[in-house]
């Protein structure tokens, strides 16, 4: 490829004329996929006669061809280019241009990660070499920004290798002294702070080869980082602050992964890092808290060392040293170290002009920018609390008590940012509220007066004639984080200062915390002491609606949610105007889970309310029925979140609702339900007719003054066309539900259905693969057994089923089958109920033809070892084949295992070193397969009966079973009845099973 072109075509691309910029980046479109093409690259790169914009960018897209072309998209780059690139590329490292040399850098560690070390064995050691021998200053910036790249890349046997050459020569890099030598020392210790991160992963592996490698550089090391920790930073020397950021996280890295090693270390660190923040503060607070600072600061390199990311990384540091190992050598500084973290978190003058007017960032911000002081002084904060306790909140609080006093020392002096620090305290209290109630007064430290400090905050920093906007908005914002230590009577006081609060002109920070207030604290109070105050919360969520976006209005919904719950009178009034607001937010927003789930909140808070639901209905109706009758030419998402929105509507159970609602949509959700092939439409579709069938019962088959048997036939239609063998599986992952309903609620009308409603039902059981459709389907099983089981025996195993395998199998043989080898996928307390009776059932009504069903028992142990997807495909899972009555019984078992796990409680357990581990229990055997303890526990939690899933009929029995009680009495009844099966079914159990048995039959 001719250079001069190639330089021509570079320089033009970065012409100002437009016109010339686009035809030479035509041409080098044109080339760029030619041979020679990345050689041509270096060439231009290395040609110092060349301005250095155009070499900088022949370096730039000699990047973006290697990690396009080198080895993942055609046309590749061919072996004779590659070793070429890779021979000329490291020249270009002593470069004069730092700027050069870092895009360099990264040409060179986009290559490593494909090419090395297997087919460029040498680039460690050219990289090694440059920076042993110091020759070039140009050359040794250029490795150590190159090696600092994929130093945490290098594998456990080049360390034990490079690690002993390398650091010391690191070492004596990060020892220079001189401000132009700190780029060179922050790039040497980046370094060292990826061979620490590749040490930690080793560590796991070779614990002990690895304590070796850098016990002997541990010393040396520490003593440069006390030296830069130790040195003042100024104002003017930002070089030195990466130094600091860079020192700081290898020091982290080094107590996390080697505690034994730097356990003598410990208090000198300590003693430096607090003695830079204490020394830090006055520059921190006249450029960071009191000025506004407009962008990031970055080094000669373009990292990030601005103040904020250097001070962040100090509260982590000191966040490592009071960990469990190192906490009691630290505790006496506590109390200092928690009034100094609280100036750091003070707002900022940027922050101050931004959150005043945005209220996005004021409710973002906190949460969303992690290296700042405010927030790292949080995480800092909450971690003394937790490893200190009680001690952590009696300093807490001192040091919170100081800041007040100083913010009226402050105010009286006339200080126009009197209120910051008093604000960053009473942030303090909402941070760590709620671990107040587990050491409150717990005889070794003082009770924690909620109250007081509650009505201290609202008489000086609420209910006042000149409010700070700060102070009130993060009080009222920490009182809704408080709502467990409010009284009913300061609840009153705050939620009437919140609907001051609310109110326009009111700056964002006071109408959020108002927001807070009311959301939270309204549940607290009567409809008495609330229903003054009502209607202007009312019109206030009708105006924020109106004009706040983003965020805000996530928070305005979720406000608006809690006021509709706890109000039954005022509601009605203003559901008119505000349902068109909130259908409006959820049409604009549905795919957003930000707003399009708090929409849909807020109007099922609406239909809760049966004062609402008829103007509720007449709002919404009309534009969710045109949405669904025009499902064919609709965006699906809008389809599906209508028919959503109008389950939602049913909820309530008002069959006046209902038929209301059929009337309006019954034919589009007839054509909809009968000609999409949308899994989303059909999945919402169905929901929603299982709701009308559980509101409407029989007497919905002749709403409109139709033919019961007619509407009785489209319902059936609906079902075949979702069971047919040639649907996919996801539109039937409801059906269950709907099959469900009509048994229950239809039993009579749907009786004459039950022959060839079972037919489809193991027609799509035996052919469909999704879990989820399988256990709905399982369900409506479970609904015949316990309606007449013997009956449902005889239909199944009269029919005649072609199994995958192209064998034929009993109906009785494919569901019992299934239902065997997945009862343990069965999710949810009255769910697993209903199948556990059912089985029950089924056993006890001892049906010959279930002596016939042979299942699967127990896994066969095959060898040890990992099982790969060769080893399963070779040696596939074998199974024990054992007799149905005999797997019912062992379902029993584990069931009952199960319900008794989920009444214990299990602890973590955490190691000397801070490491959780898996729950100490044996593995447990359930369904005949060795599962984990979590798993085992999760099981036991799907058991227990705190889970919400309710039934479709709240009075339906099974819902009331005691899952306990009901199997240890059928295990009493079979022992009792039939001796010799229970001597059978006892003969398949493990140790632990027999125990549950013979304790269960005592």
Known sequence: MDIGQLVTCLAGSLDSDVDVQKAAESRLESVKNTPGYG?????????????????????????????????????????????????????????????????????????????????????????????????????????????????????DQQLATVLPVLLPELRIIASLGGNDEEQMKRRSISIVYGFLQSLAVMSGIYPQETQALIEPHVGSWMEVFLSILTAPITLKDMDHWGVVIETVKCTIQFLVNFPKLMSSYTELIMKSACSLLLSSFPMFSSEIISQEVEDAEFDSDGDNTDLQTLVSQIFELVQTLIGKRYACAFKSSVPDLMYLTIGYMQMTETQVGTWMSDPNQYLASESEELFTAR?????????????????????????????????????????????????????????????????????????????GILDTLFKNDVDVTDPCPYLVGRVLSIVGQMANFVSTSQAEGFVRAAVIGLKSPNPPPVKIGSCMVVSNLCPLLSSDRLKTMLPDIYESMKHLMEECTEEMLNLVLETLTQIIKVDKETAPKFEPYLTPLVLKTWS???????????????????????????????????????????????????????????????????????????????????DLLTTSDDHGILQSGTQLLQAVVRVGGEGMLSWGNADPQTTLGIILNIIRRILAPDMDDAPALHIGQVVNCLLQYMPVAFASCLPQLIEMLVTKLNQVNMSPV?????????????????????????????????????????????????????????????????????????????????????????????????????????????????????????????????????????????????????????????????????????????MDDEPDDPNDPIAKIDLMEFITSELKSIAAADRSFFQTCTEHLNPMQLQIVQEACQ
């Open 588 to 670: 604009e927003n549905m795919n957003d889970p930000l707003f399009g789930p708090p929409a849909m909140a807020a109007i099922e808070a609406f239909s809760e309310n049966e004062a609402c639901l008829g103007s509720l209905c007449g709002s919404m109706l009309p534009t969710l029925s045109a949405a669904i009758s025009s499902h064919k030419t609709q965006e699906a998402s809008v389809v599906e979140g209508s028919l959503d929105l109008i389950t939602i509507l049913l909820k309530g159970r008002h069959p006046e609702v209902a038929k209301m609602v059929y009337m309006a949509i019954a034919p589009a959700l007839v």
């Open 39 to 155: 050689v041509a690259l270096v060439k231009v790169v290395l040609a110092k006669e060349i301005p250095e914009g155009t070499r900088h960018l022949a370096a730039v897209l000699l990047k973006q061809d290697v990690k396009r072309h080198w080895q993942d998209e055609a046309p590749f780059v061919n072996d004779a280019d590659k070793r070429t690139i890779r021979e000329l590329l490291a020249q270009a490292l002593s470069d004069p241009s730092s700027k050069l040399r870092t895009a360099v850098g990264v040409a060179i560690a986009t290559i490593a990660g494909f090419d090395w070390p297997e087919n460029w064995p040498h680039l460690l050691g050219v990289l090694t070499t440059a920076i042993k021998e110091r020759k070039d200053p140009n050359l040794v910036q250029g490795a150590l920004r190159c090696l600092s790249m994929f130093a945490s890349d290098i594998d």
């Open 375 to 451: 927030v790292s002084g949080e995480v800092l904060i909450n971690a003394m609390v937790e490893t200190y306790e009680g001690d952590g909140i009696t300093a807490l609080m001192g040091a919170i008590e100081r800041h007040m006093q100083e913010s009226f020392v402050a105010k009286s002096q006339g200080k126009s940012d009197w209120w910051k620090c008093r604000e960053a305290a009473i942030a303090c209290i909402g941070h760590i509220s709620d671990s107040f109630g587990e050491f409150d007064g717990d005889g070794s430290h003082p009770k924690f007066n909620a109250a």
């Open 774 to 946: 399988m256990i709905s389907l399982l369900l409506v099983f479970c609904r015949m057994v316990h309606a007449n089981a013997r009956e449902l025996v005889d239909v199944l195993s009269g029919m005649s089923v072609r199994q995958k395998d192209g064998s034929v199998a009993s109906g009785l043989q494919v569901v019992m089958s299934i239902w065997a080898e997945r009862s343990l996928e069965i999710s949810g307390a009255f769910n697993i109920r209903l199948s556990v009776t059912a089985l029950a059932v089924l056993l006890k009504s001892g049906h010959p033809k279930l002596n016939d069903i042979q299942v699967r028992g127990k896994m066969v142990s095959l060898e040890s070892g990992v099982r790969t997807r060769s080893k399963s495909r070779a040696d596939p899972e074998r199974w024990t084949i054992i007799p149905l009555p005999v797997k019912i019984f062992l379902v029993l078992v584990d069931t009952l295992m199960e319900s008794e796990g989920a009444s214990e409680e299990f602890v973590d357990d955490i190691d000397e070193e801070g490491r959780v581990h898996e729950w100490d229990r044996p593995l447990q055997y359930l369904n005949g397969k060795m599962v984990s303890a979590g798993d085992y526990l999760s099981r036991c939690a799907a058991i227990a009966p705190t």
